[in-house]
């Protein structure tokens, strides 16, 4: 039972030196997306009967959980949050309910949004401008990593000393 408590008492005296290793690992995988620019050819031999299957893993592939790794590197602090984040998490605070209906809203939002411009970039400028216009973006991706990696690396040796 105390297990889990055990191990944020091990993080927390560890912060510092695991937020170093995460924003070294950052760069590293950034500059290593920009060094080695094929696509992993595996996630092309899923069948597509496992679509579901198929679209974890390419998300996994293109780094959907480093998301998540600004907000252990520090670099959003909650102090920093405009009026509209601090609202919602007050919302949030106040009961389960009200975090599930926060989070359902956003959802909805962002799918209603995302639908409304692939119906309108379907509608009006059709599949073949898609398919003609479409470029990668793995450089940029990778070049935003390193970048985030190094503000990251900055921000936790400033606070060091």
Known sequence: MLLPFAFLLVLAEWQRPIQLVASLLVIGFGVYRLVDRRHPRA???IPPTQLALWSFAVAIAHGAALMLVPIYLGL????ELDAGHQAAGELMKANVGMAVLVSLVHVAAMVSAGGCLAWLVY???G???VSRSWFNLDAVWATSL???????LAFNLASWH
């Open 43 to 45: 996630l092309a031999r």
């Open 127 to 129: 599949l073949r401008f």
């Open 146 to 152: 390193v970048l985030v990696g190094a503000v990251a």
């Open 123 to 125: 509608r009006y400028l």
């Open 76 to 79: 959003c602090q909650a102090f």
